[in-house]
């Protein structure tokens, strides 16, 4: 079953996560195995959330050893996640 993950991460905005985003383009990660949709919700300028759908909790943790240290480095705060159950619509 695949898992639904949210993210409140503090002093994300958006200039931080094209950041994030170029740079994990640079490593090969912009589209990791087993994500099936990212998506970032912002106002203005600040992203408050980052929602992703993974297929399964091994590959979000895979990716997350290459994204840690990368919102690390633009001093971006991680927030605890919060796992859901996702029921995905053929």
């Not at 200039?15 to 589209?31: S, V, Y």
């Not at 600040?46 to 979000?60: A, F, K, N």
């Amino acid at each position: 079953m695949a898992i639904s993950v949210l993210f409140r991460p503090r002093g994300y905005t958006a200039k931080r996560h094209r950041e994030a985003l170029k740079r994990l383009q640079a490593a090969g990660q912009d589209k990791p195995p087993g994500r099936l949709h990212h998506q970032a919700l912002a106002r203005g300028e600040t992203i408050e959330m980052v929602v992703d759908i993974w297929q399964s909790p091994t590959q979000l943790q895979a990716f997350a050893t290459h994204l840690m240290p990368i919102l690390g480095e633009l001093g971006v705060e991680p927030s605890e996640p919060e796992f859901y159950d996702s029921i995905l619509l053929d």
